[in-house]
């Protein structure tokens, strides 16, 4: 983990960016997907989303006590939001279109101001700064 300071448009060059947004999202995808078929299923998912917290950081849902039920209905809807066809599992350019949205509304909430925030190496925001930092020392 790392402190960054971003804001929306750090996000949003990054998801523009056709070519660093899609190789970060195949990245993710191909480490999801297990059984290496090109197709993510809930299960190969769910551990994805579920590390997210999703729920707990942006809802205010305690996952602890909240019913099991519930919970896993909740990331069922999740999945279903990335599985566009409603086959059942999701293929790369699904989920990198669900990636995009996800990306664009983090980008949307951040705004123009600068925030500071704590990142997790790896995750597709440390990339997003890494790759700004990358841009601004090539133009010094």
Do not use: C, W
Request: no cysteine.
């Amino acid at each position: 983990m790392s402190v960054e300071i971003l804001d929306g448009s750090t996000v949003r060059s990054f998801v523009e960016d056709e070519g660093a947004f899609n190789s970060s999202v195949d990245g993710r995808f191909a480490a999801l997907d297990a059984d290496h078929d090109g197709l993510l299923t809930y299960a190969e998912m769910a551990g994805e989303l579920m590390s997210l917290r999703v729920l707990e950081k942006h809802f205010g849902v305690d996952e602890a006590a909240a019913p099991a039920d519930e919970i896993a209905a909740l990331y069922r809807g999740l999945f279903a939001r990335f599985d566009r066809d409603g086959s059942g599992k999701v293929d790369r350019d699904e989920f990198r279109a669900g990636m995009r949205e996800v990306m664009l509304a983090v980008a949307n909430g951040l705004g123009f101001l600068p925030v500071q925030m704590v990142v997790e190496e790896g995750s597709f925001l440390k990339v997003a700064v890494d790759r700004e930092l990358s841009q601004l020392a090539k133009a010094a």
